[in-house]
């Protein structure tokens, strides 16, 4: 298979009709989804979005926050796309399951606040 003119304004035309890498070498014959990728590439024909790829939804603005969302800041509040997370947050607590998880941390074991309270007296000895 060649790149011939005609084959490259086909796909030209199939691209910008948005039609998937697949559709386009099936339609062209004789070529793989990849070939039609690299050449989309090297022509420098506009990326679309990938159709596996879902947009994040964004979450709530603070007006629209309810006492059952989770109130997890995404972003910086200096910028416009700045939100709360928004997913249904656990019963007694600002957050969704997964926020909940960062937010509070279990404390330590006995061991380990041991461990700490021998080396913080062992720093002073030296």
Not at 8 to 34: F, H, M, V
Not at 57 to 85: N, S, Y
Not at 109 to 126: F, H, I, L, P, T
Request: charged share 30%; aromatic share 6%.
């Amino acid at each position: 298979m060649s790149w011939t003119d005609e084959r490259i304004q086909r796909l030209k035309d199939l691209w910008s009709q948005g039609l998937s890498a697949s559709e386009i070498a099936d339609s062209l014959g004789d070529i793989s989804r990849n070939a039609v990728i690299g050449k989309a590439h090297r022509l420098g024909l506009s990326g679309r979005p990938s159709p596996i790829k879902k947009k994040p939804t964004r979450g709530a603005t603070i007006l629209a926050l309810t006492e059952r969302m989770c109130k997890w800041p995404v972003g910086d509040p200096k910028h416009q796309d700045f939100h709360f997370c928004g997913k249904p947050s656990l019963a007694g607590l600002p957050y969704c399951a997964e926020h909940a998880a960062l937010a509070y941390q279990p404390t330590g074991s006995s061991k380990k606040r041991e461990d700490d309270r021998e080396r913080d007296r062992n720093v002073g000895a030296a």
